[in-house]
T-cell receptor, first 113, second 114 residues
Framework: EPEVTQTPSHQVTQMGQEVILRCVPI?????FYWYRQILGQKVEFLVS????????KSEIFDDQFSVERPDGSNFTLKIRSTKLEDSAMYFC???????????FGPGTRLTVT | KNQVEQSPQSLIILEGKNCTLQ??????????LRWYKQDTGRGPVSLTI?????NTKSNGRYTATLDADTKQSSLHITASQLSDSASYIC?????????????FGRGTSLIVHP
């Protein structure tokens, strides 16, 4: 069964550094998403992406964040200058249509020190 | 402000028993409501998706209901199994123009004991 994959599974970085989290969505899906979950808290929506542009973004998704689909398979989330409060699990998801089932990846645990 | 409240916060039941989890929301304008199962340290897995016109949807032993008038949903789990131990998350999406913004609940932590 096709699945969403994410790399790395765990990323440790120093405050102020740039990080890129990578995702490979399911191949015939058209909508891509990033979410985050701070330890012990609820999942939060960051951004959705369709047709090579952002379709929705939350208040969390400020100028420090950017997304890109650099080729036909990868979908990346870049955090330009990480802060301690960016430490969280970041989930990528994809779906065929925006109202259809979203498939989540296993997540990347980001630790900012 | 759009909000999703889930109850109870946690629940412990014996294997084989049924249980019902609740979700109340103040999301507007309503687009759809989803229930997810999240195992510890894993990504959420979709259980059901319901739009405004649907008031019940089943997926195996999981049955979700939706009352759009009272803005309430429930997830009923039948004949629980040990593998049902997980967090169950209610997510309600608002539609604004062509945009869909999801609001997540904090989840109900379910523990199934043998």
């Amino acid at each position: 069964e096709p699945e969403v994959t994410q790399t790395p599974s765990h990323q440790v970085t120093q405050m102020g550094q740039e990080v890129i989290l990578r995702c490979v969505p399911i191949s015939n899906h058209l909508y891509f998403y990033w979410y985050r979950q701070i330890l012990g808290q609820k999942v939060e929506f960051l951004v959705s992406f369709y047709n090579n542009e952002i379709s929705e973004k939350s208040e969390i998704f400020d100028d420090q964040f950017s997304v890109e689909r650099p080729d036909g398979s990868n979908f990346t989330l870049k955090i330009r200058s990480t802060k301690l409060e960016d430490s969280a699990m970041y989930f990528c998801a994809s779906s065929k249509d925006r109202v259809e089932e979203q498939y989540f990846g296993p997540g990347t645990r980001l630790t900012v020190t | 402000k759009n909000q999703v409240e889930q109850s109870p916060q946690s629940l412990i039941i014996l294997e084989g028993k049924n249980c019902t989890l609740q979700c109340n929301y103040t999301v507007s304008p309503f687009s759809n409501l989803r229930w997810y199962k999240q195992d510890t340290g894993r990504g959420p897995v979709s259980l059901t998706i319901m739009t405004f016109s649907e008031n019940t949807k089943s997926n195996g032993r999981y049955t979700a209901t939706l009352d759009a008038d009272t803005k309430q949903s429930s997830l009923h789990i039948t004949a629980s199994q040990l593998s049902d131990s997980a967090s169950y998350i209610c997510v309600v999406s608002a539609r604004s123009g062509g945009s869909y913004i999801p609001t997540f609940g904090r989840g109900t932590s379910l523990i199934v004991h043998p």
